[in-house]
């Protein structure tokens, strides 16, 4: 096509012949509306993705949980059904002969544990555990406190983290850090609160009313040796498989039961139950993406429909520009870029339209909002913007073919023929 | 004063001074129920210059055959060549350059496009020509002038008398210099003055070297042609030079 022609084009497409501005108003209407359901949709789909994801994080990024348990089959002369039991000095031979795990820790919990301050005192659970677990179970101290630290551990410190759910109903408004607290009676020194997390997805308990204190300090408040789980990280997710089959080795040589056992270890492998999450995320999205394919579907039925409407009307028109040597596309090109100047019109009009019901949106308090807080904050991003340019593009120019065919199709003869 | 547009011009081969030359063109429409044959072996040819005038009862295949000649319409069987280029062959694209570069067409019914003004309905077939736009206007302008009709370049066709309706439609035929000028009953629709207005154009036109072809209900215009030709039946049955 000469840059002639192009002008000849675009000569037709502004020229009054054939523009129609009353039904347009309408049909850009719906495929505004079409634009705002889909971009919406998209925006809630993601928002509910990130929210999800971030849950998910809640817990720790690429960890395993590890519970010891029972063997189901006899293993070099020890019997099935052998109780499996982890040690703490079994984390420091971990962490030596597993390198592939950035972070390995230990983990006990005791329940029915007393906590008092002041004159409140209320039972809890009290977990013990490796001062590196603040990092790896993501246990982020609020502002103007800590987690455990590597001396805490060492000097077998009486110290606290608290979650924050449970330092609100021992404290109040009270800043507890710095405070003393009785564990059974003994005095803790509380140095952390956790910071309010989103967490999905938790055992023994949620985090924030998880009570922390270093894993040496409560081997000797409690008196046990016994680890309950331990905790391991990856730094790269993908190496997470292969590491749990050497672990499943290396555990199996220690503690004496069959790798292959899936009965002696309970692993919880957040790396691969992500991986569902994040798959059903992606099928929600598509689906969400569907109906507002569809919703924008009509909203391009609307336009196909004007414009044949415009067609059927400039007839005449069209054959008069015919008989003083119009080519056909010179006739059908004004017509689709008219279909497709509408939809992105009507899709700029979407645009506008969702945008500002996302901020409005967003100027909503998520504080005790639970159905805002479990959506999480709709939010508009590039690919979505990339998508529903390209569905608007596509309905556009399919919605202005068929007419302009039949735009086309007209004879100049037939129809100027004089009746 | 030598107007550049009405000079004869000579557009590559005009096929030796012949403008029209067809051998044995047929038309059947077919409807689906039944077929009609509107023309039955029409042999004709037109030379530069000439003006003629085509005249025969209601139904008898002049419009079928104009349009057939400005390429509007094709030929069921036949050959038709226009100034020297086989036309009955060619497919709608070309046909439609065709339209554009060698047929200047006026209708009894005017058919301008309602919504623009005079001026960018001479312009028209000129955007299609690929004619610059500053020697479109200037082209446009001086048609209308050509036609006593400079006041009214503004006007859109709905604000014109017929008479002026029509002669802008013949502005817009003769825009692109067309090789011959069809007229379809072009005085159908219009009073006795006015009609009489547009056959001195024509008259003018073809003293100015323009090969016209008309078709007429009136016996005084078919007059001012040098040649008539009468069509019964979608046949030739008499073709006479006047004076
Ligand atoms: N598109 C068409 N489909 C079917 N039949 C047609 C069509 N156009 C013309 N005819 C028929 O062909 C024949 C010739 O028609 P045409 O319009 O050429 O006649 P005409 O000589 O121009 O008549 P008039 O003087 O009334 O304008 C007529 O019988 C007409 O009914
Ligand atoms: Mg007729």
Known sequence: MTREEVKIILTLFFSAAFLRKKRAVLTIAAIAWGTVAILLLLAFGEGLQNRLLTARKGMGENISVVWPGQTSEAYKGLKEGKQIIFRVDDIAFLRERLPEFEGIVGEMTNWGTTLSYGKKTITAFVTGANWQYGDIRNQIPDKGGRFINPQDEEERKRVIFIGYER????????????????????????????????????????????????????????????????????????????????????????????????????????????????????????FLGIIGVLTLLVGGTGIANIMYAVVKEKTKEIGILMAIGARSRWITLPFMLQSLFYTLLGGAFGLLISSAIIFVISLIPTEGNEAIEFLGKPTLSVPIGIFTALVLGAIGLLAGHFPAKRAAQIEPAETLRYE | MNIPFFRKKNNGGDGNGIAISMDNITKVYDTGKIKVDALKGIDLSVKNGEFVAIVGPSGSGKSTLM???????????????????????????RLADIRNRKIGFVFQNFNLLPQITALDNIEMPMIFGRVPSSERKQKARELLAKMGLSDKEAAKPTELSGGQTQRVAIARALAMDPKVLLADEPTGNLDSTSGSDILSVFSELN?????????????????????????????????????
């Open chain 1, 167 to 286: 330092a609100e109903e021992l404290f109040g408004k009270e800043d507890p850090v710095g405070k003393e607290v009785l564990l059974n009676g003994t005095p803790y020194t509380v140095i952390g609160i956790l910071k309010k997390k989103l967490q999905m997805g938790n055992y023994s308990g949620p985090d924030s009313y998880r009570s922390v204190i270093p894993l040496s300090t409560f081997v000797s408040q409690y008196g046990r040796q016994e680890l309950d789980n331990l905790v391991l990280k990856v730094g790269d997710p993908k190496t997470m498989e292969g590491g749990l089959v050497r672990l499943k080795q290396t555990l199996g040589g220690k503690c004496g039961f069959n790798p292959e056992d899936t009965k002696a270890l309970h692993i919880w492998d957040t790396v691969n139950s992500s991986k569902y999450m994040v798959n059903f995320t992606r099928g929600l999205n598509i």
């Open chain 2, 67 to 93: 349009n057939i000649i400005g390429c509007l319409d094709k030929s069921t069987d036949g050959k038709y060549e226009l100034s020297g280029e086989l036309v009955s062959g060619f497919d709608k694209e």
């Open chain 2, 207 to 243: 003293d100015q070297g323009s090969t016209i072809i008309v078709v007429t209900h009136d016996m005084a215009l078919a007059r001012r042609a040098n040649r008539i030709i009468e069509i019964r039946d979608g046949r030739i049955v008499s073709d006479q030079k006047t004076n």
